[in-house]
């Protein structure tokens, strides 16, 4: 009881923290199920799929289910099917589905094969040896742009992903005898799964996809094309369009087709390969012209041709957002209610401007920020125990002023450090995404970790280099240097490694991503709803995945943790000793500035040539290779990276060390990358 009265301003702040988080949630899980209108379930259903040896096994499929109060087996609704992009889930798809539940349709949002709960991996989805550069239907390999490909698996299968099942064989099949397997990614089994429900009208069903999800819901339109339940329209958010030559236009046709453009698309195929951004060439090119069945040069932004009640309907929206906001842009969302209030219908007086998705995204958001507040709040009250009191040193920080580097000292590292990350980031990632060998089935499963890994690999060992090289010349030079100096130990013992304080800052880290892991789930189980802000952050693990966290886990430790030495403690810059919240302000921008300031410099680079109208830089400096995945990733990683450093920062500057805040960190990271993204 007195522990609790020494430190009840940290319990208050835990305690507020942990109640904004549920508060918070539940609103926004009152929101999502329109306060009582909208049943909201999830679940799995199991479904039997074939394995690139031939081998038929079963596997599940984990969903998120609307429905309508209004929809009964009396009054069946319509229904629409929901496939989300590639490293993203179910919840990706959260505003197009409360949008459309609330004007009365049924909508399924699955996580599709290697994602999310699905328990079916991404190389199901089958790969062949070789490529196309440009729109199905419009290659060939005179002009070399039919092309055989080599290298892991992985690679194979996302140089595929524009690559279907219903092609013809000389796309979907080898002859080494690989072929794309489902580009559905569980998408077919899951329409056949909606159009069984008791209080569905399958006669009135629709599928829609976002990026990878566009492959998936042609996939889905073809494979139920002219059958009872073949879907009445396909709407595409950032989708890839290709010709009549490249399946056969006779057995199959695609009924009332809404492709949603970014303005801004990160990946080529979706500006039809364009090396600029989207602007009218593209609505009057020859595919376009094609899909819109007018003569070329002739085709309009935001006009629909053709006519709905036949499934000649055909329209091209484009949208002033880029490639990953699609997902959650009203203007895209409002066109997709008028396009199906016309092909399937809905039950609504509700205007298609009428949205309330932000806000849900925003109290989540809101909820996910108290969550992390809460580890923190924890922490202060942690270093109070006297077990752990021996972690905390701040009068390191003040006692070693003397070593701090102001000016250009301080600024010709900050270049360098900045320049390094920037110049490899766009290389090492794209490496380790496709190209690295790695045991790939097996291990390092994770795609977008891949990049990752091989990136930090990278860093660590200039890292490593940049620490170790200064050292020796020190100590040549007679110049004294200690533990304390790389923030990897304490006074007591500054002549070496401090592994006991390693030990217990590693128990701390334990005990505080635990308790914010327990908040997942209860949030989870409560509301079905998980920390994120539109896109996946912090969600509960399957033991797959939770592997995973373990097998990625000890690079990113060692990343963050020689990160953190030299950010914090080798380039302790001149705010480090200030104390109050102007001294954290003062010190903490120069380490947020150390942290991203490649990724910013990346950024303008790949962005103001965009916005100007040349086209994305990165594609242009260093070709298409390098752009897509990793330059719009971008966007996500760079606000997750300014929360690292405020963490980094609040916790070397209560310990005087940098193990907490970059054990921390690096689980947050490594959560991310492994809770719910894709899975060869």
């Not at 094309?225 to 056969?248: C, H, M, N, V, W």
């Not at 039950?347 to 998705?357: A, I």
């Not at 580890?375 to 009068?395: D, G, Q, R, V, Y």
């Not at 090492?428 to 390092?444: A, D, K, R």
């Amino acid at each position: 009881m007195n522990f609790i009265k020494k430190n009840l301003k940290s319990f208050i702040f835990l305690l507020s923290f942990v109640s904004i988080v549920f508060i918070s949630m539940a609103i926004a899980s009152g929101i999502q199920n329109d306060f009582g209108k909208i049943d909201v379930t999830a679940g799995t259903f199991e479904t039997t799929y074939k394995t690139m040896d031939g081998e038929e096994i079963t596997g599940e499929i984990a969903y998120k289910l609307y429905v309508p109060k209004t929809a009964t087996t009396t009054s069946k609704a319509s229904a629409l099917l929901l496939l989300h992009g590639y490293q993203n889930d179910h919840e990706t798809s959260a505003a197009y589905a409360l949008e459309l539940a609330r004007r009365g349709v049924v909508v399924l949002a699955i996580d599709e094969f290697g994602h999310g709960a699905t328990t079916i991996s991404l190389i199901n989805r089958g790969y062949v040896n070789h490529k196309v550069t440009v729109n199905y239907g419009t290659d060939s390999k005179e002009n070399k742009t039919y092309v055989e490909i080599g290298g892991p698996k992985r690679y194979k299968v996302m140089m595929n992903f524009s690559n279907m099942k219903f092609f013809l064989d000389k796309y979907s099949k080898d002859e080494e005898g690989n072929q794309i397997l489902d580009s559905s990614m569980g998408g077919i089994a899951a329409y056949a799964y909606l159009s069984t429900l008791a209080y569905v009208d399958h006669t009135k069903m629709a599928v829609s996809g976002h990026s990878m999800g566009t492959w998936a819901s042609w996939s889905v339109s073809a494979a139920f094309s002219g059958s009872e339940i073949e879907p009445r329209s396909t709407i595409l958010q950032a989708g890839e369009l290709f010709t009549k030559d490249a399946y056969d236009d006779t057995l199959i046709h695609f009924n009332n087709v809404l492709l949603l453009t970014a303005k801004w698309d990160e990946f080529s195929m979706f500006r039809d390969y364009s090396k600029e951004t989207v602007n009218d060439s593209i609505i009057q090119n020859e595919i376009t012209s094609e899909f819109l069945g007018v003569s070329q040069g002739s085709g309009e932004w935001n006009t629909t041709y053709g006519e709905f009640s036949d499934g000649t309907a055909r329209r091209r929206e484009l949208v002033i957002t880029n490639h990953r906001l699609l997902t959650h842009n009203k203007k895209a969302i409002a066109a997709t209610i008028d396009w199906l209030d016309q092909t399937i219908g809905t039950n609504t007086t509700l205007e298609n401007t009428s949205q309330v998705f932000l806000v849900k995204e925003c109290l989540v958001l809101t909820a996910t920020l108290a969550t992390i507040a809460s580890m923190f709040a924890l922490f202060m009250i942690l270093i109070k125990i006297s077990f752990f009191s021996s972690i905390a040193h701040p009068e390191i920080i003040i006692a070693r002023a003397n070593t701090v580097k102001t000016g250009w000292r301080w600024w010709k590292g900050a270049i360098i450090t900045i320049a390094i990350a920037g110049l490899t980031y766009p290389f090492m990632t794209q490496l380790g995404h496709g190209l690295l060998p790695l045991p790939e089935t097996s291990i390092f499963r994770m795609t977008i970790g891949n990049g990752f890994l091989s990136w930090y690999l990278l860093l660590i060992i200039i890292m490593l280099l940049t620490t170790i090289l200064p050292w020796k010349k020190a100590k040549k030079l007679n110049i004294s240097k200690d533990y304390c100096d790389l923030g990897l130990s304490t006074p007591e013992k500054k002549d070496q490694f401090d592994w006991i304080l390693l030990g217990k800052s590693a128990i701390v880290v334990v005990c505080m991503t635990t308790f914010m892991y327990i908040q997942c789930i209860i949030c989870e189980k409560a509301f079905m709803l998980d920390f994120r802000f539109i896109w996946p952050f912090f969600k509960g693990f399957s033991w797959e995945r939770f592997f995973q966290l373990l097998v990625y886990l000890p690079i990113f430790i060692l990343f963050f943790i020689l990160n953190n030495s030299k950010i914090f403690a080798q380039m302790r810059n001149n705010g480090a000793d200030k104390a109050g919240l102007k001294g954290f302000l003062s010190c903490w921008w120069r380490n947020a500035l150390l942290m991203i300031g490649g990724i910013l410099i990346l950024i303008f680079i790949e962005y103001i040539p965009f916005f100007i109208g040349v086209g994305p830089g990165v594609d242009l400096i260093f070709s298409s290779t390098f752009g897509g995945p990793f330059m719009s990733l971008m966007i996500v990683f760079v606000p997750q990276v300014l929360i690292f450093s405020v963490l980094c920062t609040f916790a070397y500057r209560k310990t005087g060390n940098v193990f907490v805040g970059a054990m921390t960190v690096a689980v947050l990271a490594c959560w991310i990358i492994t809770g719910g993204s894709a899975m060869l």
